[in-house]
């Protein structure tokens, strides 16, 4: 072995390089074997299913129709306090409607406008992100624009003057709401976007001259996806709790229309004497929207790439 | 750094711009604003003089300067409800408003940093699980929900509190919980992120290894940079607060500017409404405005460029 | 010359990570020593434990470690049974530490003034004004021009090549005796590299502390080491001093190393660079052969049957294989040119 002189040898070397076989499993694997250890994702995802089903089932689960007035019944308490029965598992309401019923067909308009505003403010948010973050110079400034102008508005206020406006339908209010609350989408697409339209593999493609339409959708939007989905579910959760805060304000869904908000207004009358005609449909909510958001924060863990560990 | 600020002191007038444009058109798009005030018996010729009295048979982009114009003189209109000028309905109830935020974010705020920078100092221990699922839940009740509960609660079970008016400060105590609740929990779990990605940091390694104390690593190093983005998100939720208190106001029925904006849009009382939504857009810009100026100042790097 | 007086005395360290997949064996019996106004370095790849073994010898491990230790002295000084605030009224004291990126090891939204004043005063050296005056002259005496104003500038305002030089003046502010310096010179521009050891020299050959480098860039070891520790998967495979290791490698670790080197003059151009195949080993579970059989080209039967033990084969120098002393390399993909020049 050759001796090496001090003084001629270069200041730096390479660092050894060594091979590596690592069997990596597939990133599907990767995520089907984190869903199944995630608790929050396990219990998220089983509430919101099974409130899925009761909702579609809820002719089936229940004899009782959730409109069906009958004043000789009024107030009962659910079957735990003193004067309660099985015959209404949930007691019922100052008209004399199985509560229970209620609850079930309320699960419906929840999950509807949850589904419907999320939907929609998706849609929007998306789009408007994707073309910000491509794009970027002054058509990103007019997408800040709008962000900004939106984000200014109050948005309780301005959802109250739009239903007091055009009405509180189901299909008003979900589009009312949709159309107030997508900028988390956007914030969160349009960076993801910025990120990702600096990548190599979309330059590679905009190289090989592929249309800016095909590599928004076939680059830049498999990767917003799973960012999408987490906003989704959080946006989801803020729609239900703004419907039903608008329903017991009395300017969301109209009686007799079982909305779990309305059904708390309604029974705020009675509130101190029966104070489960208020506790029931909240802790519905309140079970309901923490199970989407832990449903969320679920599949953010599992989609997140390995990094912070 | 001052260049930046009047950017983005650009930007924001031209969103307070729009933002009065929508405010002003909002209650107008149920159609006719005049035969709604005139009343379901009104004649044609009723309904036509009551919008020439209201100046709504004027084309729209007149009604909006003029009232603009008159905005900027300090005169708002007046409510068609009780026909007193509109500043002086706001002015009478935007103290009950912002004492109701201003409580409720300063006890967030000393739940929430206390709370987060505990939980990242300790992850995965109890206290970070228990504060991690009080967010969630704080998160995920509705907040008109828990004030009520908290009436029946602390107001008739156990007859601790008032229930309802203005006149004394323990009658803002639950208002305070329940809208400080809704706010808790995203200031909460940004203090615990922002101190784990500092404790994680290499200059906190660096501050360690230098021997400084655990107090002044956690606060003098580490917290300083952590509460960059609590501090902007405390101006917003103020700014949210400001908007979103209506619903409170309703269940504790307290005289705010937010109650006053749902009865005003239950009686199509536009100048009010218009004005306030504006209003309380305007206190947002120019509080997001300020955490920018907070922001650029307390972060070296942006005020020195 | 006074008797060499030793600064630091390591033996028998070891550092284990609790993970969820088992404990890992970060570093597993470390011994070395360094004295005053000497420098040790030790080399190694990513992963060879030899960032663990200084944050262990600094108390600065992280939460899931455990550090175990025959003996751990600074200055005659027993640090493992010290408290942790005995610990860290050391730290910055007697000795201190300088990280790989002064970018990010620096806090950006306190000025370099107050991050250096605030170690002075922290370990009761003197007031305020004191430890400006101090930082000042430390600034200037790194080679830093406009030191007063540099001290108002934060973090960002400064080049890397500058950065680093706060980095240093900032360890020096106590004067301590044992400076560990953690690829210092890596993320910096190779001019800069030259500079920044350069400075570490001077001030060593001034201020007479102990010195341990850290790097995985042979170059700087052959500038600057006094002697020479070479580390692979948590162990010591070679001890001596620099030219005793660079001159006649035992370890076929450090033969390969040394291999990968081109050598102006010697190699011939086009000639094939020496590397080494294969991969680290798992560091969980007890150490039951040699760790770097499967990568060895002289590997044969004995050396899978047991732990191999660190063998003394002079003051200072010692080597963990089983090959008899003066057998000769067997590189797998050696450069022909350098066969020639035996």
Known sequence: MTSIERDRVIISSPAPTYEIEIEAPSPHMIMRRRALTH?????????????????????????????????????????????????????????????LTRLMYGARVSLTIGFGAAAIAGIIGTSLGLIGGYFGGWVDSVVMYLVNVKLALPGILVALSLIEVFGGSVFSVTLILGVLFWDRFIVVTRSVTQQTRVADYVTAAEAVGASRLRIILGEVLPNVLNHIIVIASLEM??????????????????????????????????????????????????????????????????TAPEGRN | MSRFLIHRALIALLVAITVSIIGFTLLRLSGDLASALA???????????????????????????????????????????????????????????????????VFA?????????????????????????????????????????????????????????????????????????????????????????????????????????????????????AILPVVSLTAVSLGFLLGGSVIVESVFALNGIGFLAFQSILRTDFPVVQSIVVFVSFCYILLTLVSDMINAYLDPRIRLG | MSEPQPVLRVEGLSVAIDTPSGTLRAVSDVDLHVDRGETLC??????????????????????????????????????????????????????????????????????????????????????????????????????????????????????????????????????????????????????????ILHLLDDLQREYHMALILITHDLGVVARMADRVIVMYAGQVVETGTAEEVFSAPRHPYTRGLLDCIPI???????????????????????????????????????????????????????????????????????????????
């Open chain 1, 39 to 99: 608790p929050g994702f396990l219990f998220g995802a089983t509430i919101v299913l099974a409130t899925v089903l009761i909702a579609l089932c809820a002719p089936l689960l229940t004899p009782y129709d959730p409109y069906a007035q009958d004043l000789s019944q009024r107030l009962i308490p659910p079957v735990w306090a003193l004067k309660g029965s099985w015959a209404h598992l949930l007691g019922t309401d100052a008209m004399g409607r199985d509560y």
């Open chain 1, 237 to 302: 959760a803020v729609a239900i709790l703004v419907e039903a805060a608008l329903s017991f304000l009395g300017l969301g869904i109209r009686p007799p229309t079982p909305s779990w908000g309305l059904m708390i207004s309604e029974g705020r009358n009675f509130m101190f004497f029966q104070p489960y005609l208020v506790a029931v449909p909240g802790i519905a909510i309140l079970v309901l929207v923490v199970a989407i958001n832990m449903l969320g924060d679920g599949i953010r863990d599992i």
């Open chain 2, 39 to 105: 009343g379901d018996t009104a004649t044609q010729a009723q309904i036509a003089n009551t919008a020439h009295l209201y100046g709504l048979d004027r084309p729209l982009y007149i009604q909006y300067f003029d009232w603009v114009w008159k905005a900027l003189h300090g005169d708002l209109g007046r409510s068609l409800f009780t026909n007193e000028p509109v500043t002086f309905l706001i002015g009478q109830r935007i103290g009950v408003t912002v004492q109701l935020s201003i409580m409720s974010l």
């Open chain 2, 109 to 225: 705020l000393l739940i929430a940093i206390p709370l987060g920078v505990v939980a990242a100092t300790r992850p995965n221990s109890w206290i970070d699980r228990a504060s991690l699922g009080l967010a969630v839940l704080g998160q995920g009740m509705p907040n008109f929900w828990f004030g009520l509960i908290l009436i029946i609660v602390f107001g008739v079970s156990l007859r601790w509190l008032p229930i309802s008016g203005t006149d004394h400060f323990s009658n803002f105590i639950m208002p305070t919980i329940t809208l400080g609740t809704s706010v808790m929990p995203a200031i909460m779990r940004l203090t615990r992120t922002g101190m784990l990605d500092a404790l994680d940091s290499d200059y906190i390694r660096t501050a360690r290894a230098k021997g400084l104390s655990t107090g002044s690593v956690l606060f003098k190093h580490a917290l300083r940079n």
């Open chain 3, 42 to 195: 030790i080399v190694g790849e990513s992963g060879c434990g030899k960032t663990m073994t200084s944050l262990g010898i600094m108390g600065l491990l992280p939460r899931r470690a455990r550090l175990s230790a025959k003996r751990l002295e600074l200055e005659g000084r027993d640090l493992a049974r010290l408290s942790a605030k005995d610990r860290a009224a050391l730290r910055g004291d007697r000795m201190a530490m300088i990280f790989q990126d002064p970018m990010t090891s620096l806090n950006p939204v306190y000025t370099i003034g107050n991050q250096m004043e605030e170690i002075y005063v922290r370990h009761g050296k003197g007031n305020q004004k004191q430890a400006r005056e101090r930082a000042e002259y430390l600034l200037h005496k790194v080679g830093i021009s406009a030191a007063s104003s540099r001290l108002g500038q934060y973090p960002h305002q400064l080049s890397g090549g500058l950065r680093q030089r706060a980095m240093v003046a900032m360890t020096l502010m106590c004067e301590p005796t044992l400076i560990i310096a953690d690829e210092p010179t890596t993320a910096l521009d190779v001019t800069i590299q030259a500079q």
């Open chain 3, 264 to 342: 102006p003059g010697k190699t011939r151009p086009g000639a094939p660079l020496g590397s080494i195949p294969g991969m680290v080993p798992s560091l969980f579970g007890p150490i039951a052969s040699c760790q770097f059989r499967n990568r060895c080209p002289q590997a044969f039967a004995d050396c899978a049957r047991a732990p191999v033990p660190l063998r003394e084969t002079g003051p200072g120098r010692a080597d963990r294989c089983l090959l008899p002393l003066g057998t000769p390399a067997q590189p797998r993909r050696a450069s022909e040119a350098l066969g020639a020049a035996e």
